[in-house]
């Protein structure tokens, strides 16, 4: 019988910095599946310049605020070998600690989608990967946005915790980005302002972030890692 390709589920994969990282997975030789909530024209539309990739991406549709299991389960029935995860869909939203309904909405994406997920991809798949996307920006102090930092950093540690629950069958890293796309509503200016706070004097950059992500992919011995491509900026208050 012929063997299925290996393929990646990316939450989010369908623009920005889900979909570097689908292309990516493309390119080192699986398939993928692009799990989105609204907007996938994006990656429809580079599909339709690369039609050599038609058999090899797939979409999925499903709100993760409902039963997020459903999105691993429907990906268990394509035509393939599902054997990586990637949490990386996300709400970027200011918001303190004084509003406890806004911290709910971002412990729910950031911190109880990925662990449901990442336990039922374990008991389901066994043997594969994670991939946990979190923010260089934690590790900075700061009381900007509370609620999302207190989210990703929650994320962190889930991705060490995973790492030793889901041994020796799966390995948990994550992958923590500086600025590498301006937020929605910030202008491109304020964002290439930023680079003059960063070591490295540069603001993020994809092919760093693909570069990554790759490694974390391939290192077999890699596991409840969190690798920062920042610049540096996590060193610096
Ligand atoms: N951009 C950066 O420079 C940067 C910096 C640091 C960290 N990061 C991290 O990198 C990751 C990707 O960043 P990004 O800027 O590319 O993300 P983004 O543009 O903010 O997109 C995140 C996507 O997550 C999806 N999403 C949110 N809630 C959802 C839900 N309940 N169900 C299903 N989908 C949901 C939405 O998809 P739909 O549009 O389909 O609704 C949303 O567009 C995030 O985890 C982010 O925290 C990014």
Redesign the pocket.
Known sequence: MRKLPEAVLI??G???????MAKATLSMGFSVIL??????RFARDWLRRNPRFNRKVFFI??????S?ETVITKSLKLPCTLTGLV??????SGGNLNDPEHLRRML???LF?PARLGAFFHKQVKSGWIIN?????IARPGTACQN?RMS?LFLEELTRQQAVLFAPGCRVNA??????????GSSKAAFNALADKIPLRK??SLAALADAYCFLVKNTRCTGQTIAV?GGWHLVA
């Open positions: 939450t989010a369908t623009k920005r910095l889900g979909f570097c799990h989105f909530r609204s907007s996938d549709r499903h709100d993760l605020s409902d997020p949490n990386n869909a996300s709400s970027f729910e994406i950031h989608v996307i979190t923010d260089a920006a999302y990703k992958l923590a980005p500086g600025a590498i796309l301006p937020a929605a603001t993020g920042d």
